[in-house]
């Protein structure tokens, strides 16, 4: 298993090379179960600027596919037609530009929950965020790669995770 993960990733900064997308947070690998897999491959391409970078590595080929969001980035999405209701916590990714983003995204005719607003708690404090929907309902979010913290009334860049 361990050459499989070692070839999608190096299958992923192949085809990445150049790409605008957003980079997924907190990992490099996201699967991702959707009730049609023609439209979620379409919504992660047209409107994330993802990349199809080949076919699962399943027994059935046709039921899930592997797209590069970014240089170390992959998202596989699986056929699952029995999914009724769209995870509780978000997929994220990350953007230089979540204002800009919600532009861009609200453009493309995806669903955007409102304005980017700045989280105030948590481990994600400091940072803009921008909640969006998939057509399918999933709740996925942008989420700005600088945090900022107030220093002596002025804003001062902090790094990020």
Not at 15 to 32: C, I, N, P, Q
Not at 98 to 110: D, F, K, N
Request: proline fraction near 7%; glycine fraction near 10%; aromatic fraction near 8%.
């Amino acid at each position: 298993m361990p050459t499989l993960l070692l070839f999608v990733l190096a299958l992923a900064a192949i085809a990445s090379s150049g790409a605008r997308a957003a980079t997924l947070y907190g990992t490099g690998y996201a699967r991702v179960g959707v009730p049609d897999l023609a439209q979620a491959v379409a919504f992660f391409q047209d409107v994330l600027d993802c990349h199809v970078i080949g076919p699962s590595f399943t027994k059935k080929p046709a039921t899930s596919r592997l797209l590069s969001c970014d240089t170390g980035s992959i998202v596989e999405l699986f056929d699952n037609h029995d999914a009724s209701t769209a995870p509780g916590q978000p997929l994220r990714f990350v953007s230089d530009d979540v204002r800009h983003g919600g532009e861009w995204l609200r453009r493309e005719g995806a669903t955007v929950n409102g304005s980017p607003h700045r989280l105030t708690s948590g481990p994600l404090a400091g940072r803009m965020v921008l909640d969006f929907k998939s057509p399918w309902g999933m709740p996925l979010q942008l989420l700005d790669s600088h945090a900022y913290s107030p220093v002596e009334g002025t804003l001062a860049t902090v790094a990020a995770d």
